[in-house]
């Protein structure tokens, strides 16, 4: 039998109404706006280009540091020396010096809130596998492969430039997605609006996170800026069940990229809504069944299929089912052997798993046999035999 692959309209989606909303019209050189409670890209613009992240590659350094105090290799209240590397980082500083010792959790709010390069430095060389911050980030860029971030590439620990230190903006949004769901008790520090160290640096004292007062769900991540990367911000943003993720660099301004940050949170969440389009185990289509002792087997979603759609519009959601078939007997109540592959207008394609909707036995001699004649007639194109 030579499998091949089989497609099927699946009407109840075509039936339902949907709606396109305009796609954003960023500025920004490359952006990436996720939906992260139903994992729906709403927003993808060079979003795999390798680009200088600047501060924003801060975020790497601290999920590092998030692993190393949950397996028991770093501690809050530890206490780091600062080496004259680290004291010699110019740009947003902790203004540290070699005389300090400087507890983990204060470093941590130096990096997050104040955006520290010495802070930044002084945890890379408590972890780096050879006392280094060059270690340190060769580390981080092989955590990173590991994390599915295939366009990251670091040359130190805190965004400074350097040739080769890059990073696309979907990476860092692979990135932000994980700080919030592997580290629930660290988040709330990318919170804070301000944080002050040891009565140093008046002058660096809020954090520059445009959005943390504006009273729109916003809770994080990380801001960025050089001259050559521009303005450039990794948010994050919650309203009710709802979590946006997004990811914007290129910018000209600050102004910019703070007007550009709200205007992508109000979208977000003013023009697509959760709709459930299936619910678990309703059958929405079939396969055909080789050698079993049906013909077919039904096809149900395993859970609810609850996708995000854009709010108003007078076009029908296009969606097929896609399996390679027929499916060769036996097939187990609840085994994955279809897609559902989804179309939004205006959105990028979403797949979702389908399940035999019951279990199908191999069939017995009759069945074999009618199943290899007909094999037989149709490879020398004399039909099919009459029903045993």
């Avoid at 000209?252 to 979208?267: G, K």
Wanted: hydrophobic share 45%; glycine share 8%.
């Amino acid at each position: 039998m030579l499998n091949s692959f089989r497609y099927a309209t699946l009407a109840f989606v075509v039936a339902l109404t949907a709606i396109p909303a305009n796609a954003f019209d960023t500025s920004a050189r490359a952006a990436y706006v996720l939906d992260q409670s139903t994992a729906t890209v709403l927003l993808a613009k060079n979003a795999d280009e390798a680009l200088p992240p600047a501060s924003m590659s801060k975020l790497m350094t601290l999920y590092v540091a998030f692993e190393a105090l949950r397996d028991g290799r770093l501690s809050l209240d530890e206490r780091l020396p600062v080496s004259q590397h680290a004291m010699s980082y110019g740009g947003s500083t902790m203004f540290l010096n070699t005389t300090d010792r400087v507890r983990v959790e204060d470093l941590l709010r130096g990096i997050i809130v104040l955006s520290g390069n010495d802070a930044c430095a002084v945890i890379a060389e408590a972890l780096s596998p050879d006392g280094t911050e060059a270690g340190f980030a060769r580390f981080m860029t092989k955590r990173a492969e590991l994390m599915g971030m295939t366009q990251s590439t670091f040359a130190n620990s805190n965004g400074w430039p350097a040739a080769g230190h890059l990073m696309s903006v979907h990476d860092l949004a692979i990135l932000a997605s994980r700080l919030i769901a592997d580290f629930p008790e660290y988040y709330p520090l990318f919170a804070e609006t301000e944080y002050t160290f040891d009565g140093r640096a008046p002058s660096n004292t809020r954090n520059r996170n445009p959005l943390l007062r504006l009273d729109i769900g916003a809770d994080g991540l990380k801001t960025g800026h050089t001259a050559e990367a521009g303005y450039g911000l990794v948010g994050s943003a919650k309203q009710g069940d709802r979590r946006v993720i997004f990811v914007v660099t290129g910018l000209e301004s600050e102004t910019r990229r703070a007007e550009e940050a709200e205007a992508i949170v109000n979208w977000s969440f003013r023009h697509f809504a959760t709709k459930t389009i299936a619910r678990a185990n309703a059958p929405v289509a079939k396969a055909e069944v080789w050698m079993g002792a049906k013909q077919s087997v039904g096809l149900v979603p395993a859970e609810d299929l609850n996708l995000l759609l854009p709010v108003l519009s007078d076009k029908r959601i296009k969606a097929e089912v896609v399996y390679d078939g027929p499916i060769n007997a036996p097939i187990a109540k609840g085994q994955k052997i279809a897609e559902l592959v989804i179309k939004p207008d205006e959105l990028p394609e979403i797949r979702r798993p389908l399940v035999a909707a019951e279990g199908v036995a191999i069939g017995g001699f009759v069945v074999r046999m009618k199943t290899a004649a007909t094999m037989l007639l149709e490879q020398f194109g004399t039909g099919a035999p009459e029903a045993m």
